[in-house]
């Protein structure tokens, strides 16, 4: 899948994180600011990543605000990002 | 057993992942009003890894999808559908035909996703004065109908009347639906009471929807949820005096009476079928079997 467009999923509330996804020239870069990087920032990247790479993206800068969100709302969140940054246009 | 369904919006993970947490017998995971057009994707992708790894204990999962006249409906269901919810809740209801179209597409999906055929249930939502009208054909459209649930907020806007909290406005499609539902056989179940903060009135409002005839209530908060499970739960007085309907009718065998009475009044089938009723529901929030304790 490749990145088109910069595209963003979540929310800054708790139990939440903001994915923004961007275009980039080679391999992928994940920046994580997390309130629990301490305790689950690797898991919270390779979350991530194992998205991006389910997806087929090879090429994306990504850019994650967490505010203690559970695997299943980072991965939800991951994958929302990625496809509206795969589309053309934003989604009206 | 559903003496309260919790509505919870489709895009918030904190409400979600708390969601089996909040007392409430069924969980209703909104992806139509709760969302926001331009979120609508966002949703369903949360709701999906939600539904297919967090564990929400004996809630039953029943999922609000859009309307069949937006252009959201298919690709909800397309999502949540290999999630096996309990059941699906299509709003705005007009007719049988807006439930035999829905039904046609759950077959067509659970043949897609190997899903068991008619196991997906349809609990719908009647908020027009049209779904109101047409409630009992609503409630007979298809095998897949497990209840009919009133949306009183929609419902007044399109009566053009002004929604209170004492209700008479919606008196009418109460006692509509209450017996539209009956007739056909499947459950009924009432609108939220919207006032967050008003505990008394909730409970006034659930003890009437009860007397009604309802078999539970939605909440929009989980604060209105130990109210409404205590208004839609037997109480000791109810279990007691079903637990004396059995007693006297075993006595009576034993004896080889015929008529039967207790504290004055003759015991007939509705009152039988009531005492049955309410000791199934206590035993099933009590996890104690108040049959046996009948024998």
């Not at chain 2, 196991?119 to 409630?135: D, H, P």
């Not at chain 2, 459950?187 to 505990?199: A, C, I, M, R, S």
Request: hydrophobic share 40%; net charge negative.
């Amino acid at each position: 899948m490749d990145i088109k467009r910069e595209a963003m999923a979540g929310t800054l509330e708790s139990s939440d994180i903001c994915v923004t996804v961007q275009p980039a020239a080679e391999g992928i870069r994940i920046d994580l600011n997390s309130t629990v990087e301490n305790y689950y920032g690797d898991s919270i990247r390779e979350t991530i990543g194992a998205v991006l790479q389910e997806l087929g993206v090879r090429n994306a800068l990504v850019s994650a605000v967490d505010h203690g969100a559970l695997d299943c709302t980072i991965r939800a969140r991951a994958t929302t990002a990625v496809k509206r940054a795969s589309r053309e246009e934003p989604q009206k | 057993m559903r003496r309260t369904m919790l509505f919870l919006p489709s895009n918030n993970p904190n409400m979600i992942c708390n969601g089996g947490l909040l007392g409430a017998d069924s969980l209703i995971f909104d992806l139509e009003d709760a969302v926001a057009p331009d979120q609508k994707d966002a949703a369903r992708e949360l709701l999906k890894n939600a539904l297919g790894s967090l564990n929400f204990g004996k809630c039953e999962i029943i999922v609000r999808i859009n309307g069949l006249d937006t252009p959201y409906w298919e690709e909800d269901l397309e999502y949540i559908l290999p999630l096996k919810p309990d059941m699906i809740m299509p709003p705005k209801v007009s007719g049988g035909d807006y439930i035999r179209t829905l039904d046609q597409k759950l077959t067509e999906l659970e043949a897609k996703f190997g899903i068991p055929a008619g196991s997906t249930r349809i609990l719908a939502l009647l908020e027009t004065a049209q779904g109101v009208e047409n409630a009992y054909e609503i409630a007979r459209a298809s095998k897949r109908m497990m209840g009919l649930f009133l949306g009183a907020e929609d419902l007044s806007a399109d009566l053009r009347c002004k929604r209170t909290k004492e209700g008479s406005e919606i008196l009418y499609a109460r006692g509509r639906l209450v017996c539209a539902a009956r007739a056909a056989g499947i459950e009924v179940y009432d609108t939220p009471f919207t006032d967050v903060q008003d505990l008394d009135g909730l409970e006034k409002d659930a003890e009437f929807a009860k007397g009604l005839g309802f078999s539970g209530k939605a909440c929009i908060s989980p604060a209105h949820v130990d109210t409404v499970n205590r208004v839609f739960s037997p109480t000791p007085a109810d279990i007691q005096y079903a637990k004396d309907v059995f007693a006297v009718i075993a006595e009576a065998k034993r004896l080889g009476k015929g008529a039967i009475s207790l504290r004055g009044k003759m015991i007939d089938a509705p009152i039988v079928q009531r005492a049955r009723l309410v000791l199934e529901a206590a035993s099933e929030i009590e996890g104690v079997d108040y049959f046996a304790e009948t024998v």
